[in-house]
Structure formats: structure tokens, C-alpha cells
T-cell receptor, first 113, second 111 residues
């Protein structure tokens, strides 16, 4: 899983609560990404950041928010506005924006009941 | 939007056999990548093939790319039980800042 850590591995929340997923990397990578993966499916891009203090919406950004105050950290908040938040969340990074090979963290499985 | 579509969705083989997975995509690409994911884990990059390359090898992996057919294949030779995982192809979008993943092929290698 390279130098990317995600915590916690499993997270349980009640419906209506916001929850923040942690992603930290010590690879000195500029670009970071958040993906959502549902059972038996591929990855869908939520948000990405090419550089500190900058981020862009991906394909399914509604109900999510991010910040990139430090190069090594890219936390994802799943808000109560996200209608179906239960999923496996993966964080990834690349050395520079546009670099193809992505380095992934181990993922956080979020269950909302 | 999903760029890569893997085929088959699932594949079950005996240890020692070869496993072939295919990926088709829709638009022009700069390169195509293959990743592996063990159950409940993050993805691991396996190999990248550029649009001007036709074949690439890495250990027991062989990847081909046919840009005229917009397709790629991943061959794992002499499979092992430890190869059991999901395999995803991924392509860059036209801007180059996002990677688009297919739904994956789930490979099960029986010992």
C-alpha cells in the first residue's frame, strides 16, 4: 500500500451524521485522489487535488467535501447530504498531476445505518 | 463515466493455467494501465502500456494493446492461487489529470 495511510479501516456512523475519512501520504506526491468503490464495481472519482490549497470535483462529488491544507493530507468528509454513503473509500496519489501510475492506500469501509 | 470495460466479469481457473482478461475502451488514450486488488484492499499498479506500444511484459504478465480496436488484454501465465484477485484496466481522460477505471475482472485460481 506504499506510503499512503487511511484511517480507520472500518467506520460506522448513524444516518444524518457527517464523517471524515483520513488520508495521509509521505511520498511527497503533489496530486491526491479520492475514489468510491461499490461491491463488484470499479472506482468512481469523488474529488482530486493537483496541488496544495486546490482541488476539483470528480464524477460523483455531491454530498462530499475535501480540503488540501497540507501536501501530505487530503481528508474527505462524507456529509449527511450524501444519499447512499455506505461504500469502500480509496485514497490515491501520484507524484505530479497527469502522472499515470497511482499509489493507493488500503481503503476505509464506511457503513452508515 | 466508465472508459474501460473488462471481460469476462469473473474467471475461475486451475493453478498452473493461463488467465486472460480483456479490456475495451471508447476514446483515444495516452496509455493504459492494469491494476490488481486483493479483497478489501487498495489497488496495486501492475503495468502501464503506452499508446505507441503493442506489447509489454513484466514477469508472468503480458499486456497487449490494439489501439485500432481500442482494446487491451492482460495475460497471467502459470497462474498461482495467490493471483486470486480483481484486475482493473484504467485509462487517462483527455485532460490527463484523471484516471478512469473499468469494473474489473474477478479472477479465482483454484489450488
Amino acid at each position: 500500500d506504499g506510503g499512503i495511510t487511511q484511517s480507520p479501516k472500518y467506520l460506522f456512523r448513524k444516518e444524518g451524521q457527517n464523517v471524515t475519512l483520513s488520508c495521509e501520504q509521505n511520498l511527497n506526491h503533489d496530486a491526491m485522489y479520492w475514489y468510491r468503490q461499490d461491491p463488484g464495481q470499479g472506482l468512481r472519482l469523488i474529488y482530486y487535488s493537483q496541488i496544495v490549497n486546490d482541488f476539483q470535483k470528480g464524477d460523483i462529488a455531491e454530498g462530499y467535501s475535501v480540503s488540501r491544507e497540507k501536501k501530505e493530507s487530503f481528508p474527505l468528509t462524507v456529509t449527511s447530504a450524501q444519499k447512499n454513503p455506505t461504500a469502500f473509500y480509496l485514497c490515491a496519489s501520484t507524484p505530479r498531476p497527469g502522472t499515470s501510475e497511482q499509489y493507493f492506500g488500503p481503503g476505509t469501509r464506511l457503513t452508515v445505518t | 463515466s466508465q472508459q474501460g470495460e473488462e471481460d469476462p466479469q469473473a474467471l475461475s481457473i486451475q493453478e498452473g493455467e493461463n488467465a486472460t482478461m480483456n479490456c475495451s475502451y471508447k476514446t483515444s488514450i495516452n496509455n493504459l494501465q492494469w491494476y490488481r486488488q486483493n479483497s478489501g484492499r487498495g489497488l496495486v499498479h501492475l503495468i502501464l502500456i503506452r499508446s505507441n506500444e503493442r506489447e509489454k511484459h513484466s514477469g508472468r504478465l503480458r499486456v497487449t494493446l490494439d489501439t485500432s480496436k481500442k482494446s487491451s488484454s492482460l495475460l497471467i501465465t502459470a497462474s498461482r492461487a495467490a493471483d486470486t484477485a480483481s484486475y482493473f484496466c484504467a485509462t487517462d481522460d483527455t485532460g490527463g489529470f484523471k484516471t478512469i477505471f473499468g469494473a474489473g475482472t474477478r479472477l479465482f485460481v483454484k489450488a
